[in-house]
């Protein structure tokens, strides 16, 4: 079995949001993830889905999207991301696609490891950071602190944790994400939500504090899961 992460999916099977707007690499893009998906993804494994999944604002738009996640190989673990409008409530979700697994403010599991994630937000930054975005990122540690903590009251010894945003700004400075991390037994974290190279090239990947960060935006990785265990 092995465990596979791509952010980013941004399918749009009911609405019209064609994403090739973005650059020519995000031409059939949907097709090329499921393609990939298929070629790479086999049932006994688990792929990490950590948001923007759908461009539908209600379920009724994202039921075709989640639809395709849904009966493409493999488990699936989702994470809600800036985009993902639909996203009401986890449980009613769950009930709709028995199987996959929204995660928000709790943990799953993938073999002997505990998966944790929020969608986090901008991290504090020279550009712009309002007092909104203030909130919103105080309010995403207190939801991030909600899943690891649910997953070490389960007695978990390591985890993998996934987020929608970076959990550093683009200076890749340390923020009260990755200081909340060292408090826990992480030892993995991946995230999406950098389009293009002049913010892939934001991104921090490598290791720090013992933690290795990998981005698995979907135009980053040519749309295909990559696997990370």
């Known amino acids: 079995m092995g465990l596979f992460a791509i952010a980013d999916l941004h399918f749009a099977f009911s609405v019209d949001k064609p994403m ?93 490891w505990a998966v944790c994630g929020t969608r986090g937000w901008l991290c504090p930054n020279d550009v712009r950071f309002t007092e909104q975005d203030k909130k919103i990122y105080e309010r995403e540690q207190v939801r991030l602190k909600l899943s690891l903590d649910a997953a070490m ?29 060292k408090e826990y037994p992480i030892e993995k974290v991946v995230y999406g939500h950098l389009h293009g190279a002049a913010s892939h090239a934001t991104a921090f990947e490598g290791e720090r504090y013992g933690i290795t960060y990998e981005l698995i935006a979907a135009d980053y990785i040519d749309f295909r899961p990559k696997r990370i265990l």
């Open 20 to 112: 090739d707007i973005f650059g020519e690499n995000w031409k059939n893009h949907s097709q090329r993830i499921i393609e990939s998906w298929k070629e790479l993804v086999t049932e006994e494994d688990t792929v990490l889905l950590p948001g923007d999944l759908s461009w539908g604002m209600r379920i009724d738009e994202a039921a075709a999207d989640l639809d395709v996640i849904y009966n493409l190989p493999g488990r699936k673990i989702l994470l809600g991301g800036n985009h993902d409008y639909w996203w009401k409530s986890s449980s009613k979700l769950e009930a709709r696609y028995p199987g996959m697994r929204f995660l928000k403010n709790d943990f799953d599991r993938y073999e002997d």
């Open 153 to 181: 009251r389960s007695g978990a010894e390591k985890i993998i944790l996934m987020m929608h945003f970076p959990p550093m700004n683009d200076k890749k400075e340390d923020s009260a994400f990755t200081e909340l991390f």
